[in-house]
């Protein structure tokens, strides 16, 4: 059974907050609130989530500092602020500190959920690319957990198959290892994880690389991270 999608609500109208976790749980995600800047600090602190719904008039920590302050730590949670200010320059604000998308109220729930479910197109590989899709020379099927190239069949881990879809989502660009760290495991990068990224990718490449002492479908960036080639 597929996980549910789970999303912090940061917003201190209590009508406001009810109202919308009604309605995110109607449609199946699961909702944590925060009624005030602190509080939304800690529970990222503490927990990983797929979205934040984020309101910019905050008691305690604003949203503009609270969103500009996880940018800076390196989470890369999506963010959709909420806010009734509505200035094209406070949007542009706005997505500069590291929004994602930006709502202003009064929205229509309807309008709110098709931004979530875009945003989370782009920053969830699965969303992106699917169960089954072509990844190089390889057929993949991260539901069987199977690789096919013409009748060679390789079995793969589930974080293989993370992988594998991360790098399918993203084409052609670097991912950092704490980006792809933070994308699979869920947790942000530490010294443990780094090794953990790059044993990870050489046991995948042992998979899917013609030679993978000179791989041609995922490249090493020095300094950067990994590419996936896609031609």
Partial sequence: MEEKISILLVEDEP???????DFLEYHDYTVTEAADGSQADLLVSHKQFDLILLDLMLPKISGEELCQNWRRRGLHTPIIMVTAKGRESEKISGLNLGADDYVTKPFSLEELRARIEAVLRRSRPERTV???FNFGPWQIDTEALKIRHNEKVTEIT??????IQCFAAHPNRILSRDELYQTVWGESMTELGTRTIDMHIAKLRSKIELDDNQPEIIKTVRGAGYVYEKS
């Avoid at 009508?15 to 976790?21: C, E, F, H, V």
């Avoid at 589930?158 to 992988?163: I, S, T, V």
Wanted: net charge positive; charged share 45%.
């Fill in 15 to 21: 009508k406001i907050r009810t109202g919308l976790k």
């Fill in 130 to 132: 699917g169960q089954r």
């Fill in 158 to 163: 589930k974080r293989e198959a993370q992988l």
